[in-house]
């Protein structure tokens, strides 16, 4: 099936149009001017039959026309990059506009697009963590499931951080791991990266046990604290706010002190997402600076693109324009 890498066939229209009225114009001029001089312009069409030919292949190959798939290989650094993103109700609060959640999804989505080679994969967590996405090379899964995150997706208590670095700990530990018999050709652990989205709302749980045994796993964590010290109330569906037990409007703000933690246990590095901050780029380079222990070679189907033939045909058309000469005015 024929497929097209650039398929903008408005602007080919356009150019193709533009080719064809300078080549009319060209034509008319050399007519008139053979009329002048009281002579017929002959064999003017067959170099004009060559032009628009080599013009047509040119704008063939410009718009790269893929003709089945091959087989290409792709070299990995080796790593995984985690999404772990809050979920709990404070991440609907407005300090970080429109809201920190959908500020985290927008700048997640930017993230996802700058690793098409490594795996990623989502967790989301509140009360409780689950996998939204299990690591994969598909970026539209990854976008997907990104896309589907929203507040009361989990049932609502007390936010927890350790619940969703211990289920990524677990899928660590659950890594087969290659005899010792094989260890000169067997491929090292991938290096893993974990972008924790929150902000940093913890209840007082113990997160040092988890943190050693990640940071065991050679793993680092990437906390992104989204929100402000200031902090704001937080809107329910109906049009007002959540109260707390006393009946006043319950203020959430930006908790630095666990996330710091989770950095500075694991080597890794905190960031600050908020109206005046984005954090989200030098998060970029210090993932990119995390190279995997190894390169892995994986095979993909990719497009053929045989733009080369309608080029090459197209360029020996013109040669033979330039080479072959008539007599277009004959006295």
């Given amino acids: 099936m ?17 080719a064809l009225l300078l080549l009319g114009w060209h034509w008319q001029r050399g007519g008139r001017l053979a009329r002048l001089l009281g002579s017929r312009a002959r064999h003017r069409g067959w170099k ?33 990059v ?8 404070s991440m609907d609060a407005p300090d970080v506009a429109p809201s920190r959640l959908l500020r985290t999804q927008a700048e997640l989505r930017e993230l996802v697009a700058q690793f098409p080679a490594d795996r990623l994969g989502v967790v989301a967590f509140g009360a409780e963590a689950v996998v939204q996405c299990p690591l994969t090379y598909d970026q ?22 350790r619940a969703p670095l211990e289920l990524v700990l677990a899928r660590l530990s659950a890594t087969p791991v290659r005899p010792a018999a094989t260890s000169a ?15 940093g709302e913890d209840f007082g ?35 007002g706010f959540i109260v707390d037990g006393r009946g006043q409007p319950a203020l959430t703000r930006l908790r630095e002190a666990p996330l710091l933690q989770l950095a500075a246990q694991t080597g890794g590095q905190y960031f600050a997402l908020n109206n005046q901050a984005n954090g989200f780029e030098p998060l970029l380079r ?11 070679v994986r095979t993909v189907a990719v497009a053929d693109n045989r733009y080369r033939y309608p080029l090459a045909a197209a360029l020996l058309l013109l040669a033979l324009d330039v080479v ?5 005015i004959r006295p």
């Fill in 324 to 328: 072959l000469t008539v007599t277009v």
């Fill in 140 to 161: 539209e899964a990854v976008l997907t499931f990104l896309g589907t995150l929203r507040t009361g997706l989990l049932p609502p208590g007390p936010t927890t951080l």
């Fill in 48 to 80: 004009t039959v060559l032009r628009v030919a080599a013009g047509a292949l040119l704008l063939a190959a410009a718009l790269g026309p893929s003709l089945g798939v091959s087989q290409s290989t792709v070299r990995t650094a080796g790593k995984d």
């Fill in 2 to 18: 024929l497929n097209w890498a650039y398929p903008d066939f408005t602007a080919a229209a356009l150019a193709l149009a533009v």
């Fill in 82 to 89: 985690w999404l772990l993103v809050d979920v709990s109700r």
């Fill in 286 to 296: 210090a993932l990119r600076a995390m190279q995997g222990p190894a390169e892995q």
């Fill in 205 to 239: 749980e113990n997160l040092e046990p988890t943190l050693r045994a990640l940071a065991r796993t050679g793993a680092r964590v990437y906390p992104v604290g989204v929100g402000t010290a200031v902090g704001s109330k937080i809107p329910t569906a109906s049009g």
């Fill in 185 to 199: 050709t067997a491929t090292p652990p991938r290096a893993t990266a974990l972008v924790v989205a929150s902000d």
